[in-house]
């Protein structure tokens, strides 16, 4: 059974950067696109971004362009989200997933069947 785990999260003042990470255990990481959401209170969980199985691939959401880098290292069943400018609307727990070998799509979180317990981001103003 793969597990996922995030690290990284933390308090942060805006214009800030962070790093999350999320280490997968099992041997279909190398194999599988990996994406990145988050949720706000009150909100949906909404994606941020996502990077292919050989990491030649990466999509973004709209708010994050310009800002957040999604990277993997498949010899380390590692991914990464660099968040640089960090603003107080990108206050959320921020949670990788694993998308299924069956679904289309990276942006929904339909897409994905495994997923990690969150990591806290708060960007203050």
């Known amino acids: 059974q793969v597990q996922l785990v995030e690290s990284g999260g933390g308090l942060v003042q805006a214009g800030d950067s962070l790093r999350l990470s999320c280490a997968a255990s099992?041997?279909?990481?190398?194999?599988?696109?990996m994406g990145w959401f988050r949720q706000a209170p009150g909100k949906e969980r909404e994606f941020v971004a996502a990077?292919?199985?050989?990491?030649?691939?990466?999509y973004y959401a709209d708010s994050v362009k310009g800002r957040f880098t999604i990277s993997r290292d498949n010899a380390k069943n590692t991914v990464y989200l660099q968040m640089n400018n960090l603003k107080p609307e990108d206050t959320a727990v921020y949670y990788c997933?694993?998308?299924?070998?069956?679904?289309?799509?990276?942006?929904?979180?339909?897409?994905?069947?495994?997923w990690g317990q969150g990591t806290q981001v708060t960007v203050s103003a």
């Open positions: 099992g041997r279909t990481f190398s194999s599988r696109t």
């Open positions: 990077i292919g199985w050989s990491g030649g691939t990466t």
């Open positions: 997933a694993m998308r299924s070998p069956v679904t289309r799509g990276v942006d929904t979180p339909r897409a994905y069947d495994v």
